[in-house]
């Protein structure tokens, strides 16, 4: 069984953001093979790179997609071609999600029979 949900973040130039986004990625109620974290490093000039290689040697579930700078919208579609889950949710690198929401999420929407 794949993961049922896939959180991508594009990531540009966010060396200061993206440590506190993907913690709060990795801090959910759901064993790592039922979710992935795709990071799409935009071209970032910046630490970005390193901070996010770092942090995959920690958590098992985070992809790592580097490309040329390509703009947000590339980088997020390049993200949704790796993605494996069945629910989908873009995250901004700079944003926080809360502690342990990925389960109630996931049981929203299978109860409600959402896309």
């Known amino acids: ?3 049922i949900i896939s ?3 594009p990531a540009y130039n966010v060396e200061k953001y993206i440590e506190a986004c993907i913690h709060s ?3 959910q109620d759901l064993p790592k093979d039922n979710y992935e974290v795709i990071v799409v ?3 970032s000039s910046d630490g970005t790179l390193n901070v996010i290689k ?3 040697n920690l958590y098992r579930n985070i992809e790592i997609v580097d490309q040329i700078n390509m703009g947000v919208s590339m980088a997020r579609n390049n993200g949704f071609e790796k993605a494996r889950g069945k629910y989908i949710w ?3 690198p700079d944003d926080t ?3 342990n929401c990925l389960s109630t999420l996931i049981d929203v ?3 409600l029979d959402l896309d």
């Open 1 to 3: 069984m794949g993961p």
């Open 7 to 9: 959180l991508i973040l």
């Open 25 to 27: 990625c990795e801090q």
């Open 41 to 43: 490093n935009d071209g």
């Open 54 to 56: 770092r942090l995959q």
């Open 90 to 92: 873009f995250i901004d």
């Open 97 to 99: 999600i809360v502690t």
């Open 109 to 111: 929407i299978e109860k």
